[in-house]
């Protein structure tokens, strides 16, 4: 069965960085894009990142712009996302999502989470 | 950005009631309309994708319609472990974005 499993996630302050990683199993990794969504304590989901099956394509949300970069790993079935100069709004839990089949496709599986708390 | 306005915010309701939630797009997204639902301190669950079909293993108590600009989603007997939150998101564009959340509670 599909699983993915978020880690990385702790206290950090302002201004420091933070890596994140979402272990993917139980289907071909490398035939999915893969997406990292996040939720702000008692907020709604937001849209954070996607990269493409082969890593050849990444887009990210202006809230984080250049200051985020989504990576993948295809032979460790990883999916990474690389945090700079954190600040008080990125704290959040944040989710890696399997896209489905096609284009246009649902967020069809779902990890746990990781919560990040970025403060001094 | 495609904007996802979603109604109501919040829906006190019965076991056993119909309850919809609609969802509005702010450009026309086809058919790319999908639901989620969320329980406190869980990861979001697919529901609904392409706007009106059921994922795997989802009760067919639950259905979606809609295209273009409009979607709804429709419980229609509402079970005690449907009360929960439920968002809507578009996948036809990137950034893909998310309605703001309805929240579904026991009357």
């Known amino acids: 069965q599909v699983q993915l499993v978020e880690s990385g996630g702790g206290v950090v302050q302002p201004g420091r960085s933070l890596r994140l990683s979402c272990a993917a199993s139980?289907?071909?990794?490398?035939?999915?894009?893969m997406h990292w969504v996040r939720q702000a304590p008692g907020k709604g989901l937001e849209w954070v990142a996607v990269?493409?099956?082969?890593?050849?394509?990444?887009y990210h949300a202006d809230s984080v712009k250049g200051r985020f970069t989504v990576s993948r790993d295809n032979s460790k079935n990883t999916v990474y996302l690389e945090m700079n100069s954190l600040r008080a709004e990125d704290t959040a839990m944040y989710y890696c999502?399997?896209?489905?089949?096609?284009?246009?496709?649902?967020?069809?599986?779902w990890g746990q989470g990781t919560l990040v708390i970025v403060s001094s | 950005d495609i904007q996802m306005t979603q109604s109501p915010f919040y829906l006190s309701a019965s076991v056993g009631d119909r309850v919809t939630i609609t969802c509005r797009a702010s450009?026309?997204?086809?058919?790319?309309l999908n639901w989620y639902q969320q329980k406190p301190e869980k990861a979001p669950k697919l529901l609904i994708y392409?706007?009106?079909s059921l994922q795997s293993g989802v009760p067919s108590r639950f259905s979606g319609s809609g295209s273009a600009t409009d979607f709804t989603l429709t419980i229609s007997s509402l079970q005690p472990e449907d009360f929960a939150t439920y968002y809507c998101?578009?996948?036809?564009?990137?950034?893909?974005?998310f309605g703001q959340g309805t929240k579904v509670e026991i009357k």
């Open positions: 999502a399997k896209d489905g089949s096609g284009s246009g496709a649902p967020l069809d599986y």
């Open positions: 139980g289907f071909i990794f490398s035939n999915y894009g």
């Open positions: 990269i493409s099956y082969d890593g050849s394509d990444k």
């Open positions: 450009q026309s997204i086809s058919s790319f």
């Open positions: 392409a706007a009106s």
């Open positions: 998101q578009q996948s036809y564009t990137t950034p893909q974005t």
